[in-house]
């Protein structure tokens, strides 16, 4: 079992759907942080939340550390936002970030 | 340049041969990181650099696996005598003193290595 579970693995959305992705992990950590990857490889840094709720025009990332689960969410999708979300941990037993395996979304016009 | 700068940003080689990666941080970041991805799969942990100190390494780094960070500026992974496993791509991230807990992570564009 892996330390950080992504679910779904795949998401294909119609523009404009509201799109959740979901993010479980079994460690201690001391922040979550939501990438974004596009094809060819380039990551960026969404949000890191150690607690509560972050909005970010539409995007909206809450964590439940009590419950260890994290979820993204995104208003309005549309077509520039198809990429695979990764949700990554930082533990609080060592220095590294481990990462969940990614959704790929795909959001048709 | 604000951002993580890796180089080469593609490279192809025949089995057995060396490769070198080099990887720039953000300017006031002391913190390097170094991390591969396989196709559909997430990023696996490498290395971390703190300054120039390695203060940890995956069991995924083989004894054919090198990576540096002399001047505690930019860092250079090494493969030796390449296996088609090796094919991957490999990220490098750097954050700032306050570390990934507190702050941002910053990728570099990430260098795709194929073994033929």
């Known amino acids: 079992k892996n330390e950080v579970e992504q679910s779904p693995q795949n998401l294909t959305a119609q523009e404009g759907e509201f799109i959740t992705i979901n993010c479980s992990y079994s460690?201690?950590?001391?922040?979550l942080h939501w990438l974004q990857q596009h094809p060819g490889g380039g990551i960026v840094s969404l949000f890191m939340l150690s607690s509560g709720k972050k909005k970010h025009g539409r995007l909206i990332a809450t964590i439940n550390i009590q419950e260890k689960h994290s979820s993204l969410h995104i208003t309005a999708s549309h077509p520039r936002d198809s990429a695979v979300y990764i949700c990554a941990v930082f533990e609080t037993s060592g220095s590294r970030l481990t990462f969940g395996e990614g959704t790929q979304l795909t959001v048709n016009p | 340049d604000t951002g993580v700068s890796q180089n080469p940003r593609h490279k192809i080689t025949k089995r057995g041969q060396n490769v070198t990666f080099r990887c720039d941080p953000i300017s006031e970041h002391n913190r390097l990181y170094w991390y591969r991805q396989t196709l559909g799969q997430g990023p696996e942990f490498l290395t971390y650099?703190?300054?120039?100190?390695?203060?940890?390494k995956s069991r995924l780094l083989s004894d054919r696996f090198s990576a540096e960070r002399p001047k505690g500026s930019f860092s250079t992974l090494e493969i030796q005598r390449t296996e088609q496993g090796d094919s991957a791509m490999y990220l490098c991230?750097?954050?700032?003193?306050?570390?990934?807990?507190?702050?941002?992570?910053?990728f570099g564009e990430g260098s795709r290595l194929t073994v033929l």
């Open positions: 650099f703190q300054n120039e100190a390695q203060l940890e």
């Open positions: 991230a750097s954050s700032s003193p306050a570390g990934p807990s507190t702050g941002e992570l910053f």
């Open positions: 460690v201690g950590i001391s922040a």
